[in-house]
């Protein structure tokens, strides 16, 4: 398997059919097609269910997707240090943020922060939490911020931030944007949702405490597709909600949940063992965490 196979395939995926991909990569369509089945047929897996007109991701091809995907930066970030070193920049900021809302997270940690040290460049992994951990672990990135309870690892340090409350996102016509309380979690029996990846082990357990069974209908990378899924296909959101999803709900309507656990909360990973750079200490420092 070639890297060019793995960045192909992300495109296809990140595309949504063959046929786009084909038209952003400018390669044939044939081609790509037998790529994906060499992928597969290399892996012993089927990766992707092709439909008339879009592609849609098997079990094992989200896992292939993810861990494609992360070869892709690893590649993209020895590319990248490499042209910093020869541009001159002092140093380079390697990072993991949560894709649900980078959008948040660049506003709040890199405003400011930008503007006071112009001559450091940046390596911003958007990337589900789960694989913040494993960046961090293995010096993809030397800071991960997951949005979950601070993993048990042994070799991690962690540093809690800040906490988001997760939040029912409906259409102004949907029967539960009726309702004027916060909305029990019984409430939601039966109704499909649109959840990102980030919080959904914290929605079924939740859920689970209420003998519920979350309908989960679609499952997204970022908060703004999962209120677009609701608005769009009459589904209900369930997100993280910040300052920056509200430039997105004019249309909609915001109902709390009354219940225990729908919150979650933003931690800083590094390793103890590793000493950090110039660049990522003053980033830390800068953001109120004290080492």
């Given at each position: 398997m070639t890297l060019e196979s793995y960045?192909?395939?992300?495109?296809?995926?990140?595309?949504?059919?063959?046929?786009?991909?084909?038209?952003?990569?400018?390669?044939?369509?044939?081609?790509?097609?037998?790529?994906?089945?060499?992928?597969?047929?290399?892996?012993?897996?089927?990766?992707?269910?092709?439909?008339?007109?879009?592609?849609e991701l098997t079990e094992a091809g989200r896992i292939f997707y993810y861990k494609a995907r992360e070869m892709c930066r690893i590649e993209d970030s020895i590319r990248t240090s490499i042209s910093c070193q020869q541009a001159g920049y002092r140093e380079q900021l390697k990072i993991s943020i949560p894709a649900g809302n980078s959008l948040h997270y660049i506003h709040r940690l890199f405003e400011q922060f930008v503007k006071r040290h112009p001559d450091i460049n940046y390596d911003v992994y958007e990337i589900p939490s789960d694989f913040v951990v494993p960046n961090v672990l293995n010096g993809i990135t030397e800071i991960g911020l997951v949005r979950a309870s601070i993993p048990q690892y042994g070799s991690l340090q962690g540093f809690p931030y800040e906490s988001d409350e997760i939040v029912a996102v409906i259409p102004k016509n949907h029967r539960l944007a009726e309702e004027k309380s916060p909305l029990e979690v019984t409430d939601f029996i039966g109704q499909p949702l649109s959840i990102p990846f980030d919080i959904l082990n914290i929605v079924y357990t939740v859920f689970g405490q209420h003998t519920v069974a979350p309908n989960v209908s679609i499952i997204t990378s970022i908060n703004e597709t999962a209120i677009e899924w609701a608005r769009k296909f009459q589904t209900v959101a369930l997100i993280p909600f910040t300052k920056e999803d509200e430039k997105r709900i004019g249309d909609m309507t915001v109902r709390h949940v009354a219940a225990d656990g729908?919150?979650?909360?933003?931690?800083?990973?590094?390793?103890?063992?590793h000493r950090l750079s110039h660049a990522g200490r003053l980033f830390l420092e800068e953001i109120g965490i004290a080492l």
């Open positions: 960045r192909n395939f992300v495109t296809i995926v990140e595309c949504g059919s063959i046929l786009a991909a084909s038209k952003r990569l400018l390669v044939a369509q044939p081609s790509l097609s037998n790529q994906l089945k060499n992928i597969e047929r290399s892996y012993g897996a089927k990766l992707v269910n092709r439909g008339s007109r879009s592609i729908m919150y979650v909360r933003s931690v800083f990973l590094i390793q103890k063992e």
